[in-house]
Nanobody, 120 residues
């Protein structure tokens, strides 16, 4: 069973930065495609960034150039570095895993989420 626990959310002013971390079960980072998703109140969940087992990354257009997804294999952590934050980045952010490793199947494993609030 894969366990994912997010941390690092909080409140920040527009233009600031936050670093989200997802503590993952051992081998999840190496064997799974990992991703960050977010959900604003009343909206559908949005895929923010993914990283596959080869290290290839994909970003949504709304965060490209501002967010960076990475893995810390030594600590079994998935990281989302968020820079130049905007009020529209306000959402609950979720860490997720896809067992096939290629990021083109359903994400079956999810954390509970962490709140990010960006004020103008």
């Amino acid at each position: 069973q894969v366990r994912l626990v997010e941390s690092g959310g909080g409140s920040v002013q527009a233009g600031g930065s936050l670093r989200l971390s997802c503590a993952a079960s051992k081998y999840a980072l190496s064997d799974y495609c990992m991703g960050w998703f977010r959900q604003r109140p009343g909206e559908e969940r949005e895929k923010v960034a993914t990283i596959d087992i080869y290290g290839n990354t994909v970003y949504s257009d709304s965060v490209k150039g501002r967010f960076t997804i990475s893995k810390n294999d030594d600590e079994d952590n998935l990281i989302l570095q968020m820079n130049r934050l905007k009020p529209e980045d306000t959402a609950v952010y979720y860490c997720a895993g896809e067992a096939y490793g290629t990021c083109d199947r359903d994400f079956a494993y999810w954390g509970r989420g962490t709140q990010v609030t960006v004020s103008s």
